[in-house]
């Protein structure tokens, strides 16, 4: 089982690569705060769906395989505090009125899809997933508590747990042999252009 990291301060640390990230600025205009605040709030609920769904899939492929109990136990934690972090987006959903996102049904069917398709392959083709999608998740975290940490610190404080959990399974799947998985290279690059494709959708529609 992955062992969460030592909280990070809200203020995630300075480098060359993320301070060249670009930071949505506030957009212009009355309700302006109240849309970018709609957009973080679906994009990361969109997230968390399909993470919980990608973990769920690939336990549903290792449990009862001889040989597997460990990786099948791994899967069914990570997707724990994976639900974790989806149960209090969606509270934030229904408290500030905020819709999900429509793609919601074809992000559930991708997010099988890939947990069960990397699962199958092989237990380190899985961990490839896993840490594709967390640097990109964790990246996006990062981005979201540098634009946010001033105007809300609340929420940049929560969103630095969960960004501390998201390395903390990151980490667990490169000390699980994630860049030994056939085609890595590859298989890496496809799932991080489509997890950033898929979080420009969700926060537009």
């Known amino acids: 089982m992955p062992a969460p990291r030592d909280p990070d301060p809200v203020i995630p640390p300075s480098d060359s ?3 060249a ?3 949505p600025l506030p957009r212009p205009g009355r309700g302006a705060s109240k849309r970018r605040r709609d957009e973080i709030l679906r994009v990361d ?9 990608i973990y769920r899939a690939q336990q549903a492929v290792f449990a009862g395989r001889k040989g597997k109990d460990a990786i099948a136990a791994d899967m069914e934690e990570m997707g724990r505090q994976e639900q ?3 149960d209090r987006f969606n509270a934030l959903l229904n408290a500030e009125r905020v819709r999900p996102t429509v793609m919601t049904p074809i992000w559930r069917l991708a997010a099988l899809t890939l947990g069960a398709g990397t699962a199958l ?3 380190k083709a899985a961990h490839a997933c896993t840490e594709a999608v967390e640097a990109v998740i964790e ?3 990062a981005d979201q508590i540098a634009e946010v ?3 809300d610190p609340a929420l940049a404080a929560e969103l630095t747990v969960f960004r501390d959990e998201e390395l903390a399974h990151h980490d667990h799947a490169v000390e699980h042999g994630s860049r030994d998985a056939p085609a890595y290279e590859l298989l890496s690059a496809v799932i991080k252009a489509g997890c950033r494709v898929a979080i420009k959708v969700s ?3």
Not at 45 to 53: F, K
């Open 84 to 86: 974790v972090h989806l």
């Open 139 to 141: 990246e996006h975290y």
């Open 45 to 53: 609920h969109a997230g968390e769906y399909a993470a919980v769904h």
């Open 17 to 19: 690569v993320h301070d």
């Open 121 to 123: 392959i092989s237990e």
């Open 149 to 151: 940490r001033d105007q």
């Open 203 to 205: 926060e537009r529609v």
């Open 21 to 23: 990230r670009r930071i």
